[in-house]
């Protein structure tokens, strides 16, 4: 099946007619459909399909004569609240796209090739992102995970015995002795160089990070300015201090979530919790920017008598790609692809930082638009990403006949 009639099929599946974005939150009800289409291309294409526990899944092509640890590609299916059509399924459908082509020119690799599709990667529901692959890895306690609730307070053990899955230990990935993703930008790097695909660097350390501020509750009309001890003014200062910090330092900060209680409209709040991403180049710059954060936050909060406290939720470090690999996928016959940094979390970090060679392909995305329904990739782009990353798996794979 060509990649355009892959992409018509998964398109309609969890997006909004209001706003034109996706809701495939992890284990919901279009995150499974995209997850049995997962399935049954694999069934199409003759591939041996292989779940963990927990949801992840490899459909692998192991031809014969071939033999050996694999070579993995693949990419994630869920997406954020009213996100874009690119993120992950691109680089799934590229990934069964690639093997048709592979199969197409009548080559056959020396090892076994599979396609990956891991779940949470984005991290929307249980609030841990590459979820899937850090328990595929081991990265991920089974303490940590029992605790894991989303937004409703379900625990995730809860919603995956819903769904007939658990947290039994993974062994997903013992066979695989290199990993390729292939990926839409999320940034206007390639736009901006004109170039269709390029090869990833690393990866920006970057991290999520509570912020918990506790006042007093009282009238929103009766109660005089002066005497109020109002968290939402701490965390006003808290989000405009952490995005003056990230331009002074050229880093990334957000505050992209808030939780307000008691939530009344004519009530002044007892408690804001906020969420705030940051991400900085290396590990020292990031801990200073979310220290700054908290600091100039902390001093806020003296002054309007509230109380912050900052529980990181998730860290991850600095992600460099396999340098071999990168300067391999970035020599094309029809010119060298350009190799950036990304500031974005990827699965391919998580089994990088797992110690499995990792290399990741990027597909320009004209809008800059992440995240978002204006998230794009030209079909012909997408085409020449196919290209590029059925290339690479051979030649991580070697050629058989």
Same mark, same amino acid.
């Given at each position: ?24 939150? %992890? ?12 399935? =049954? ?10 779940? *963990? ?66 779940? =949470? ?25 029992? =605790? ?5 307070? +379900? ?47 690393? +990866? ?22 002066? *005497? ?15 995005? &003056? ?25 007892? &408690?804001?919790? %906020? ?48 340098? *071999? ?66 290339? %690479? ?9």
């Amino acid at each position: 099946m060509p990649w355009e009639e892959m992409w018509r099929e998964l398109a309609p599946v969890g997006r909004s007619a209001a706003t034109g974005g996706y809701r495939r939150d %992890a284990f919901g009800s279009a995150e499974r459909e995209l997850s049995a289409w997962f399935v =049954e291309a694999a069934v199409e294409r003759g591939l041996e399909i292989e779940h *963990d526990a927990i949801g992840n899944a490899v459909a692998w092509w192991r031809p014969e004569g071939s033999a050996g640890r694999g070579v993995l590609t693949g990419s994630h299916l869920d997406s954020v609240p009213d996100g874009g059509a690119f993120d992950g399924p691109l680089g799934v459908v590229s990934a069964f796209a690639a093997l048709d082509l592979i199969r197409a020119r009548g080559a056959t690799p020396q090892r076994p090739l599979g396609i990956a599709a891991f779940v =949470e990667e984005e991290g929307s529901r249980f609030g841990l992102p590459c979820l899937g692959s850090r328990w595929a890895v081991g990265a991920l306690a089974e303490s940590h995970a029992n =605790e894991l609730r989303d937004r409703a307070g +379900i625990p995730l053990p809860d919603v995956l015995a819903e769904h007939g899955l658990g947290l039994a230990p993974s062994r997903l990935l013992d066979d695989v002795a290199v990993f390729v993703e292939l990926h839409v930008e999320q940034g206007r790097v390639l736009a901006e160089l004109d170039q269709p695909v390029g090869v990833a660097s690393g +990866i920006w350390p970057h991290g999520r990070y509570r912020f918990e501020i506790t006042g007093q509750a009282n009238h929103a009309g009766t109660t005089a300015m002066e *005497d109020r001890h109002d968290p939402m003014l701490t965390f006003a200062m808290t989000a405009l201090a952490a995005n &003056k910090q990230a331009r002074l330092g050229g880093h990334r900060a957000t505050f992209g979530r808030v939780d307000v209680a008691p939530g009344s409209t004519n009530a002044v709040p007892s &408690k804001v919790t %906020a969420w705030l991403d940051a991400r900085a180049a290396n590990e020292e710059a990031l801990a200073d920017l979310v220290l700054a954060v908290e600091r100039q936050g902390s001093e806020r909060a003296g002054r309007d008598g509230t109380a912050l406290t900052m529980t990181p939720e998730s860290v991850s470090p600095l992600v460099r790609f396999d340098p *071999d690999l990168a300067q391999r996928l970035a020599a094309r016959p029809s010119g060298r692809l350009p190799i950036l940094a990304t500031q974005a979390g990827h699965d391919a970090g998580v089994l990088a930082t797992a110690g499995i060679p990792t290399a990741m392909l990027f597909v320009r995305n004209p809008t800059g638009v992440s995240h978002a329904p204006e998230e794009f990739a030209e079909t012909a782009d997408a085409l020449l990403g196919v290209e590029a990353l059925a290339d %690479a798996l051979l030649g991580m794979a070697g050629v058989l006949r």
